[in-house]
């Protein structure tokens, strides 16, 4: 089955720099990768997401960049703020297993000073 | 703001005892998940519905879970009898179609002793 590897565990950066969480997943036919966002104790909530027909997706501060040849996928935020310190997930997704099954990541621990 | 919505939010109850979360899909999804969240295994899925079917259950140990919709507004998953390794937040997900994006609801914090 699909593998979603996920790094760095952690990653602490200033107000101001940039973060850039990297993914990796197994199956080719993965074809929709979400990130999501988990302040403590709260729900994880969607902040981007791009498809296999896509290389790039930005929204504002963050971007997510997907390599299908590699299979590797990318978020990247800009001009951090405290309040982008939180969990962050990535995940891949192919209709495969019959159904849209969501693989997750093991989660990146963004921490961003003032 | 549509939102899925999760009762109870805190659950604390004894090894042996029955538990059971219950889900509201925001209205009109017609895809429903439940996931449970540790610290050791993350993100797992346990059930997937379609259209009110379960179409998948195979992270779920069936043994002691179980999960069920019994109308497109409610999702349960129920475990009986609790472990003290049942301990975990379980967030239920809900979505519009296959490959569309998955919302999920706010958690059940779950506490076995």
């Given at each position: 089955?699909?593998?979603?590897e996920q790094h760095p565990s952690t990653l602490s950066v200033q107000e101001g720099d940039s973060a850039v969480i990297k993914c ?82 093991t989660g990146t621990r963004l921490l961003v000073s003032p | 703001d549509a939102r899925v919505t999760q009762t109870p939010r805190d659950k604390v109850t004894e090894m042996g005892q029955e538990v059971t979360m219950r889900c ?90």
């Amino acid at each position: 089955g699909e593998n979603v590897e996920q790094h760095p565990s952690t990653l602490s950066v200033q107000e101001g720099d940039s973060a850039v969480i990297k993914c990796t997943y197994s199956d080719s036919a993965s074809n929709y990768f979400p990130w999501y966002k988990q302040e403590l104790g709260k729900r994880p909530q969607l902040i981007i997401d791009i498809r296999s027909n896509v290389g790039e997706k930005k929204d504002q501060r963050i971007a997510v960049t997907l390599n299908k040849t590699a299979k590797h996928f990318s978020l990247h935020i800009t001009e951090t703020q405290p309040e982008d310190s939180a969990v962050y997930f990535c995940a891949a997704s192919n209709p495969r297993t019959g159904f849209q099954k969501l693989v997750f990541g093991t989660g990146t621990r963004l921490l961003v000073s003032p | 703001d549509a939102r899925v919505t999760q009762t109870p939010r805190d659950k604390v109850t004894e090894m042996g005892q029955e538990v059971t979360m219950r889900c509201q899909p925001i209205l009109g999804h017609n895809t429903v998940f439940w996931y449970r969240q540790t610290m050791m295994q993350g993100l797992e899925l346990l059930a997937y519905f379609r259209n009110r079917a379960p179409l998948d259950d195979s992270g779920m140990p069936k043994d002691r879970f179980s999960a069920e919709m019994p109308d497109a507004t409610l999702a349960t998953l129920k475990i009986q009898p609790s472990e003290p390794r049942d301990s975990a937040v379980y967030f239920c997900a809900s979505g519009l179609g296959d490959g569309e994006t998955q919302y999920f609801g706010p958690g059940t914090r779950l506490l076995v002793l």
